[in-house]
């Protein structure tokens, strides 16, 4: 059984810290990882996507990625109170029905 | 660029009633599409995907069923309704190649009273 885990939180940060969400992954295979912001009560919106081990930077977004480790994070710099959502690390293996999503990450941003 | 609707938003529905739930994308051709159910509090579970016109997979055996009429529409339909049918039921799509990654529409509430 493939798994993506993820702390549920929440993970409470202040406005202008950095916020770390991180997701490790148990299939090997697994070539593709994504990002997803839920906000309450909307769809998931895609944020990051990273293929290849290092970092990937996008604004105030960095996703690492880090295969032998089996693990992936995102960052966010200055953090803002608009910030406030579920993240949702995702994982595939380049074929779409096995796209595994984590049950993510509540962040919360404080003014 | 590419956009994906879903229909309706929100729906209450009684127990052992039928269910149709439509999805349609703009802007591409040949797309995967994708069926999620996001119950309260839980992740995103993967009910049905179609590579193209009448190709459905199921990935969780239930009285749900999925149909891809045209090449852009995929419809999600349920002859009786169950209580633990209710959810976000959210469509995707993805390009059938190069990057994999999915992308979600608006999403449909049910309600299974």
């Known amino acids: 059984q493939k798994e993506v885990e993820q702390n549920s939180g929440p993970l409470s940060v202040p406005e202008g810290a950095i916020a770390s969400l991180n997701c490790t992954y148990s299939?090997?295979?697994?070539?593709?990882f994504f990002w997803y912001r839920q906000y309450s009560g909307k769809s998931p919106e895609l944020i990051m996507s990273i293929y290849s081990n290092g970092d990937k930077e996008d604004g105030r977004f960095t996703a690492q990625l880090n295969k032998a480790s089996q693990y992936v994070s995102l960052l966010i710099r200055d953090s803002q109170p608009s910030d406030s959502a579920t993240y949702l690390c995702a994982v595939s293996n380049g074929y779409g029905q096995n796209f595994v999503f984590g049950p993510g990450t509540r962040l919360s941003v404080l003014p | 660029s590419q956009t994906i609707h879903q229909w309706p938003a929100t729906l209450v529905q009684p127990v052992g009633s039928p269910l149709s739930l439509e999805c349609t994308v703009e802007g591409t051709s040949n797309p995967n599409l994708y069926w999620y159910r996001q119950a309260a509090g839980r992740g995103l579970q993967l009910l049905f995907y179609?590579?193209?016109?009448?190709?459905i997979s199921s990935e969780v055996p239930q009285n749900l069923s999925a149909s891809r009429p045209q090449d852009r529409q995929f419809i999600l339909s349920s002859k009786k309704l169950l209580l633990s049918d209710s959810g976000f039921y959210l469509c995707?799509?993805?390009?059938?190649?190069?990057?994999?990654?999915?992308?979600f529409g608006p999403g449909t509430r049910l309600t299974v009273l």
């Open positions: 995707a799509w993805s390009q059938t190649s190069g990057g994999d990654e999915q992308f």
């Open positions: 299939d090997r295979g697994s070539q593709s």
């Open positions: 179609s590579v193209g016109i009448g190709q």
